[in-house]
């Protein structure tokens, strides 16, 4: 995978097929040498056992019948490991896993985030009966978008309807580039 934002993607469609009904996102990044980007993918829902867990890493091991292979996890944990970061499952059956990786970002081999706008959007558009809370943060700055909110305030209005997906990803892309901007330009 070529950036994060697809592994991100990955995992979260594996909480779906696990029947996770709220999926949360965090991306938080430091300005501050060694420049940590930590990316938490927290759901509710089967959670894994022991041995699944301790397999989950493996890229033979999948619960997928459609392929003998799941290189999702093993190539997120590559991504945030071969730059000195860390990467990490916590899950027990009947609680949805935490998928924890860290990525110093100020490292060469470090992967750019990529376009959460449209991760984001995919995820929304394409489950409308899961929740998502998006949260992007550098230093002290940051925004969070829930679904739960915005299906509130819509009522009726789908959020697959065009109009809303469209709305949401200019909306995850302003203020992306608005946090950039106060955190000092980084992206």
């Given at each position: 995978m070529q950036e994060l934002s697809l592994n991100i993607l990955d995992v979260v469609q594996n909480s779906i097929a696990a029947g996770a009904t709220l999926v949360e996102i965090s991306v938080k990044r430091s300005t501050q040498p060694p420049c940590p980007m930590k990316i938490v993918i927290t759901d509710n829902g089967r959670g894994m056992s022991q041995e699944q867990l301790e397999q989950v890493t493996d890229p033979f091991y999948t619960t997928r019948t459609t392929r003998k292979v799941g290189l999702g996890v093993p190539l997120?944990?590559?991504?945030?490991?071969?730059?000195?970061?860390?990467?990490?499952?916590?899950?027990?059956?009947?609680?949805?896993?935490?998928?924890?990786?860290?990525?110093?970002?100020?490292?060469?081999?470090?992967?750019?985030?990529?376009?959460?706008?449209?991760?984001?959007?995919?995820?929304?558009?394409?489950?409308?009966?899961?929740?998502?809370?998006?949260?992007?943060?550098?230093?002290?700055?940051?925004?969070?978008?829930?679904?739960?909110?915005?299906?509130?305030?819509?009522?009726?209005?789908?959020?697959?309807?065009?109009?809303?997906?469209?709305?949401?990803?200019?909306?995850i892309a302003e203020n992306t580039a608005q946090v950039s901007a106060d955190a000092g330009g980084v992206l």
């Open positions: 997120f944990q590559m991504a945030a490991q071969m730059t000195g970061g860390d990467f990490s499952i916590q899950s027990q059956l009947g609680v949805g896993p935490t998928v924890t990786a860290v990525v110093t970002t100020s490292h060469i081999d470090a992967m750019p985030l990529g376009d959460m706008a449209a991760t984001m959007t995919s995820l929304i558009q394409t489950c409308p009966q899961t929740d998502f809370v998006y949260t992007y943060q550098i230093d002290e700055h940051s925004f969070t978008l829930d679904t739960r909110e915005m299906k509130g305030i819509l009522g009726d209005v789908s959020l697959s309807a065009p109009q809303v997906v469209l709305f949401i990803r200019d909306y």
